[in-house]
């Protein structure tokens, strides 16, 4: 079992619906959690973070986070072409420096 | 304010060759990191430097080393580049020294290498 795993895609969504991004992570004392965007051939630039239950919402994203369950979601709310990127969930564990990335879930937004 | 620079952002060796990728921070962060990414592999981890003076292995570092040479700088070099090797490389870097930090890492634009 990957100790982070997104479903790869592509996950398409129609202009203006929600999209909905999932993630799930092995080690149950995790701390931090991270979504960044990557658009081809660019860097990952940080979406949002969230380190405790429930939600936090910034805009038209949505973070959730169960820990219970040890999975992690973003929402992204009237879906536009520009959110057609690959989404990175990133997974910060106990008591370490490093950080474990899923492969990333490639959304298509259609117009 | 730059954020983290690569250079270069492309390069092209032949099997065998040498080559360090130098990464450079402006933003006074403590932990830097290297990471290579491969199409349907995601992000992995080849070292990180939690603080000036240290660093340590990733998921992936056979074929690397690395040098922190002050804060603001941390290179990653390839001693003998393999095929395997071609990839693109990011470099990160993350505020705090703390292990219980929940700030996230700012990445560098990556070096495109390809290895023949």
């Known amino acids: 079992q990957k100790e982070v795993e997104q479903n790869s895609g592509p996950l398409s969504v129609p202009e203006g619906a929600i999209a909905s991004l999932n993630c799930t992570y092995s080690?149950?004392?995790?701390?931090?959690f991270f979504w960044y965007r990557q658009y081809s051939g660019k860097s990952p630039e940080l979406i949002m973070f969230?380190?405790?239950?429930g939600d936090k919402e910034d805009g038209r994203f949505t973070a959730q986070l169960n820990k219970a369950s040890q999975y992690v979601s973003l929402l992204i709310r009237d879906s536009q072409p520009s959110d057609s990127a690959t989404y990175l969930c990133?997974?910060?564990?106990?008591?370490?420096?490093?950080?474990?990335f899923g492969t990333g879930t490639r959304l298509k937004v259609l117009a | 304010n730059a954020g983290v620079t690569q250079t270069p952002k492309f390069q092209v060796l032949k099997t065998g060759q040498s080559m360090t990728l130098q990464c450079a921070q402006d933003m006074n962060h403590n932990s830097m990191y290297w990471y290579r990414q491969d199409p349907g592999m995601g992000l992995r981890l080849i070292y990180y430097s939690a603080s000036e003076g240290t660093t340590d292995k990733g998921e992936v570092p056979n074929g690397y080393n690395v040098s922190r040479l002050n804060k603001r700088e941390f290179s990653l070099r390839l001693e003998s580049a393999a095929p395997s090797q071609t990839s693109v490389y990011f470099c990160?870097?993350?505020?705090?020294?703390?292990?219980?930090?929940?700030?996230?890492?700012?990445f560098g634009d990556g070096t495109r290498l390809s290895i023949l």
């Open positions: 969230i380190y405790s239950n």
């Open positions: 990160a870097a993350h505020r705090d020294r703390k292990f219980y930090s929940n700030q996230p890492q700012h």
């Open positions: 990133a997974v910060r564990g106990p008591g370490t420096y490093k950080y474990i």
């Open positions: 080690d149950r004392g995790s701390q931090s």
